[in-house]
């Protein structure tokens, strides 16, 4: 197979992290293991980040950021350019909703360079659970949503199938167009074996939970997680279970989000059934979801479901809600609970507690599996 040269442009990329952040990570680096060249252009969102270097066989380029602007948005106006001068050297372009699509989009289509998207999700009516826009801003939000996901790139790449079966509805892709590539987990990574009890213990005891029946929530509290939908289960919980602590392993950089946390937790009186854990790095996270007895995803919506996917590889029991994919991807001890239901997710955390739960089939999604299946996208339209 002859080396294609691809371009990848996302408004973050490592070290920064976070679900889209990993895909990218592991689809780039596996793509140049084979030989392919791989180069990423993306923001730099830190100063001290280098412009241009090259990591793990990939190159990263990331373009400046302007002062007013976030770096995201910075990426909007500076990519273009760039895609302008260089684009043509590619052999695929590979880009991802919503800040940097239409720039690509229209690079690709004013030099004829073959262009992909890979939509993780479609959240439509659920931009209007997010209490910190306006109407009029998720309003806005919605209409983006819906013409960036109608730009006609080369392939439509969706990340599970019931995203896929989104784009089906709410897009006026044809089927020939679309295409379903599950995200790939580092089961390495994910390996319960490779942590100690000894490091699981210490983090209960930092925490004061050495005695404690510990059920975690971990992630960004955005629109889609359901985080309201789980205070209101621990409040539940609290009153039947109080030897129960939730831990909300959550980035406290999101400080709208964190203050209704703790506004919530004061107002009823919970401050000694939740611990608020700041956001730990990747490598430490399999420690943390080890130590709590089971794992709660509350989600609203999930294109893919990487938070579940992984406390599964881990052997957590989960409590999950049965929305979009999340069913796709959940295996071993598992309890479903309906989405954006309290009573029920009380229900099932209580029930976990208790040792009942569903047991489902081991379901794997390797990185090899994902790398094999772009290739043959980007080795198509190369054709």
């Known amino acids: 197979m002859k080396p294609m040269r691809v371009l990848f442009v996302y408004d973050y990329a490592y ?23 791989v180069t990423i252009v993306t923001s730099r969102y830190r100063t001290d980040l280098a412009r241009d270097e090259t990591i793990n066989g990939v190159r990263y380029i ?63 009516r659920m931009w209007t659970k997010n209490r910190s826009r306006t109407a009029i801003l998720y309003r806005i939000m919605r209409l983006h949503e819906r013409i960036v996901l109608n730009l006609r790139f080369d392939r439509v790449i969706a990340i599970s199938r019931y995203t896929h079966n989104c784009l089906r509805i709410f897009t006026r892709h044809p089927d020939t167009r679309l295409r379903r590539i599950y995200c790939g987990i580092d089961y390495e990574h994910w390996d319960a074996d490779k942590y100690s ?29 359901g985080i309201e939908v789980m205070m209101q289960a621990v409040k539940q919980v609290a009153g039947r279970m109080p030897e129960a602590k ?24 919970l401050e000694r059934n939740v611990v608020l854990v700041d956001s730990v790095p990747y490598d430490a996270l399999p420690s943390h979801l080890l130590m709590a007895d089971c794992v709660v995803i509350p989600s609203l919506t999930e294109g893919f479901g990487y938070s579940a996917a992984e406390a599964c590889a881990l052997g957590r029991p989960v409590v999950v809600s049965d929305a979009a994919s999340l069913p796709e991807v959940v295996h071993g001890k598992v309890k479903l ?20 739960f569903d047991v489902i089939p081991e379901k794997t999604f390797s990185i090899e599996a994902l790398i094999d299946a ?7 339209l190369r054709a």
């Open 62 to 124: 990331r373009l400046f950021t302007v002062n007013m602007l976030s770096p995201r948005f910075s990426l909007f106006f500076t990519c273009f350019p760039y895609l302008l001068r260089h684009i043509r050297t590619y052999d695929v372009v590979q880009t991802f909703p919503y800040i940097v699509t239409f720039p690509v989009w229209l690079a690709t289509r004013l030099t004829g360079t073959p262009g992909v998207i890979t939509v993780f999700e479609v959240l439509g």
């Open 246 to 269: 939730a831990v909300l392993l959550v980035s406290h950089s999101e400080s709208y989000e964190i203050e209704h946390l703790k506004s919530y937790i004061a107002t009823h009186d």
């Open 15 to 37: 070290p920064y992290v976070g679900g889209a952040e990993m895909l990218i990570k592991c689809l780039t680096e596996g793509l140049a293991a084979r030989g392919h060249h």
């Open 374 to 380: 772009y290739e043959a996208v980007y080795q198509d």
């Open 197 to 225: 009890h000894e490091s699981t213990e210490a983090i209960r005891r930092c925490h004061d939970l050495t005695t404690k029946w510990v059920y975690l929530f971990f992630g960004r509290p955005g629109i889609t997680k």
């Open 337 to 356: 609970f309906r989405v954006g239901d309290a009573d029920d997710l009380a229900r099932a955390i209580l029930d976990v507690h208790r040792g009942n």
